[in-house]
Nanobody, 119 residues
Framework: QVQLVESGGGLVQPGGSLRLSCAAS????????MGWYRQAPGKQRELVATSSGGITNYADSVKGRFTISRDNAKKTVYLQMNTLKPEDTAVYYCNAEIRPIGAGRRGYWGQGTQVTVSS
């Protein structure tokens, strides 16, 4: 049973910072892409950042403010969010492409963590 567990969300003032973490657990053979998505109220889920094979990709709206990183030994991906804006308010979801032991490669989602940027 593969699980992604996120942590680190919360309430922060505009201009502040937060760091999200997402740890994968279970019978995992390999982890490929790991990334973060977000969904604001009334909007579709959108890509924030991904990391694969040392290559990172960011949405234009977060470039220069957010940094994605991975600790492969810990099966964990992080999202450092700086200079937060009210429009960053959303539920942030971790996503990973994982090959479990004895099964095929597929995508998994975390349960989501709320990030609220407000004064």
């Amino acid at each position: 049973q593969v699980q992604l567990v996120e942590s680190g969300g919360g309430l922060v003032q505009p201009g502040g910072s937060l760091r999200l973490s997402c740890a994968a657990s279970g019978s995992i053979l390999s982890i490929y892409v790991m990334g973060w998505y977000r969904q604001a109220p009334g909007k579709q889920r959108e890509l924030v950042a991904t990391s694969s094979g040392g290559i990172t990709n960011y949405a234009d709206s977060v470039k220069g403010r957010f940094t994605i990183s991975r600790d492969n030994a810990k099966k964990t991906v992080y999202l450092q969010m700086n200079t937060l804006k009210p429009e960053d308010t959303a539920v942030y979801y971790c996503n990973a492409e994982i090959r479990p032991i004895g099964a095929g490669r597929r995508g998994y989602w975390g349960q989501g963590t709320q990030v609220t940027v407000s004064s």
